[in-house]
């Protein structure tokens, strides 16, 4: 309980503790995601070339253009979402990797990730006259 007598010397140091803690945050907490790896060559659902920093995510979670900071050991990071996947649904993503024995040695884990902003590119439906 923290005091309201201005002579306790603690009671300045906890209010000054409170203001910190009650500023609003605007990162979203970590979530857990299944996370694997791919290296195919090409262009991403978005049109860019495939490189480092791409992700693959289900657009219905993670709308292309999101960025994301990933707790992945090696690939920790930020990461751009660029790409879909047939395989990629819910809470599932898939790292870019510049060759298949790197995507094999990452393998398949649960990684952390916390979004750092929705995209807020989709595709437009399309319409037949």
Do not use: C, Q
Request: charged residues 25%; positive net charge.
């Amino acid at each position: 309980m923290v005091s309201n007598d201005s002579s306790d010397p603690k009671g300045s140091a906890g209010e000054a503790a409170a203001s910190v803690i009650s500023e609003p945050s605007f990162e979203a907490p970590p979530t857990s995601y299944v996370a694997t790896a791919y290296s195919l060559r090409g262009r991403t659902a978005s049109g860019r070339p495939v490189s480092v920093g791409l992700i693959a995510a289900d657009p219905r979670i993670l709308p292309l253009g999101s960025r994301v900071k990933l707790e992945a050991g090696n690939y920790t990071g930020e990461y751009l979402v660029a790409d879909t996947g047939g395989a990629v649904r819910g809470r599932h993503i898939d790292i870019w990797t510049p060759s298949a024995r790197e995507a094999m040695k990452f393998g398949k884990r649960v990684i952390k990730l916390t979004v750092l902003s929705y995209g807020g590119k989709r595709k437009a439906p399309k319409t037949t006259k």
